[in-house]
């Protein structure tokens, strides 16, 4: 008896996504789509939370009437990816009926995370023109801050420790003390 040759997998697209969501599909599931795959995310820790909540504290008044801040919400990457960074500065706008596609900055806080952070996540980022990606480096102790998006990649990587502060590319006016995000 032949066997049938392997067919390919179909990824699933963000529209569909969006759909099962909508449907109640993952109800109970914490789960964000990279690449067309469903990636379980990792559960939340304290100090995992305890960092949003100080980046929740140094980036919403900063940006008041500027930008808006959006906190563990999807973000659409492209056609096969609606990624949930843990913070996003994007533009002024309704959200209402579609999530951003264009960000000033992601966020990512890293510690179970940081190969995807670092590996899929970086290249969805870059890839859509983020062109500033942070990774909260809760392993290492400082933040990773990727600029220059170009072919899927970021070209230039600075860590930033306690010490130091970190001047936004979009929006030069503003320096987060990096002691202010990371104890």
Aim: proline share 9%.
């Amino acid at each position: 008896m032949a066997t049938e040759p392997t067919k390919p997998f179909r990824p699933l697209r963000r529209v569909e996504y969006d759909k099962l969501i909508e449907l109640g599909v993952f109800q109970d599931e914490h789960i964000e789509l990279l690449e067309g795959m469903l990636v379980p995310m990792s559960p939340i820790d304290p100090p995992h939370s305890a960092t949003m909540q100080r980046l929740n504290a140094v980036f919403v008044p900063t940006f008041l009437g500027r930008a808006t801040v959006r906190i563990q919400d999807p973000f659409a990457a492209h056609d096969l990816s609606e990624p949930e960074p843990d913070l996003a500065v994007v533009p002024l706008g309704e959200y209402d009926t579609a999530h951003p596609d264009r960000a000033h900055l992601i966020i990512e806080v890293a510690e179970s995370s940081l190969w995807v952070d670092r590996g899929i996540k970086l290249y969805l980022y870059a890839s859509c023109g983020v062109p500033e990606y942070w990774i909260v480096n809760l392993v290492e102790g400082h933040i990773e801050v990727y600029t220059e998006p170009s072919d899927g990649t970021y070209r230039r990587k600075q860590c930033f420790d306690r010490s130091q502060s970190i001047a936004l590319q979009d929006f030069p006016d503003v320096v987060i003390r990096v002691a202010d995000i990371l104890k």
